[in-house]
Nanobody, 119 residues
Framework: VQLQASGGGLVQAGGSLRLSCAASGSISSISAMGWYRQAPGKQREIVASLTGAADTHYADSVRGRFTISRNDAKDTVYLQMDRLKPEDTAVYYC??????????????WGPGTLVTVSS
């Protein structure tokens, strides 16, 4: 299973960005997808996750500003980020809890995409 994220970049505070992450490979099923982030000098933290069709979870710091969604037909998860703040600056990582064919369920990570919010 491979994950490829896109959509990061530089944006001014108050602006918006949309991250995408597509899963590919020999995938039998994906039970959950989500986004994590890691700011310089800080630990990686969960931003948002989506389990099944509609079970969403958001970090308190982004709730009401970020929206996670998923296109099952494309095995793709999105993170719409609105009203961005400088403290949202981080490398964002896509995560998938997936079951490949003939292999057990496992966690997979994308390479990360940088989001920089200027003040």
């Amino acid at each position: 299973v491979q994950l490829q994220a896109s959509g990061g970049g530089l944006v001014q505070a108050g602006g918006s960005l949309r991250l995408s992450c597509a899963a590919s490979g020999s995938i039998s099923s994906i039970s959950a997808m989500g986004w994590y982030r890691q700011a310089p000098g800080k630990q990686r933290e969960i931003v948002a996750s989506l389990t099944g069709a509609a079970d969403t979870h958001y970090a308190d710091s982004v709730r009401g500003r970020f929206t996670i969604s998923r296109n099952d037909a494309k095995d793709t998860v999105y993170l719409q980020m609105d009203r961005l703040k400088p403290e949202d600056t981080a490398v964002y990582y896509c995560n998938a809890r997936a079951t490949p064919y003939y292999l057990p369920k496992n966690n997979y990570w994308g390479p990360g995409t940088l989001v920089t919010v200027s003040s």
